[in-house]
């Protein structure tokens, strides 16, 4: 199967995602949100093919790196190809992040209709969700661009059929909107 890239694969990132990752970043995206900090990622028809098979032997080979992130661009336009990858990176033992201008929730809605939405959302363990609102934006939030953005505990989340907010030590759980419950579960 193949794979719309925007880009090779970016490693030793340390702004998407706790600990050291490296960035897949997916090409296409039709949220066109303004002020997005990648648009060159958007055009379904930019960027460039390839195999699944050479981006996980890719993936084998690195070193150093505690994580593999789905940023682009969107990589819920690719959840097939991306559901092939996040399974080949836990193998490897690393975790997933994923940031996608859906909602969890509209997330939970495509699978009605598309199952290898469902197959990628089982491979991710930590879903940064929303689309990037600039009356929103903020520099004093980990891993978020605007703070109507949540960072979504996945495995919890589909068990639980609700969001569970990802706790760590590394992130600012301190979101402008929302009410919680104790253990950082979103109501």
Known sequence: MTIKLASELQPDSVVDGTGIRTVIWTQGCSHDCPGCHNPGTHDFN???????????????????QTGITFSGGDPFFQPEACAILAEAIHKCKMNVWCYTGFTFEELLKLCDTNKAVMDF????????????????????????????QRIIDVPKSLKAKKVIIFMSDDIDVDYNFGRYEKKGIYI
């Open 46 to 64: 930019g960027g460039f093919e390839v195999d699944t098979d050479e981006v996980i032997e890719e993936i084998k080979g690195l070193e150093g």
């Open 121 to 148: 959302l089982k491979e991710i363990d930590v879903l940064v969700d929303g689309r990037f609102v600039m009356a929103l934006k903020s520099l004093n939030i980990k891993f978020r661009g605007s703070s109507n």
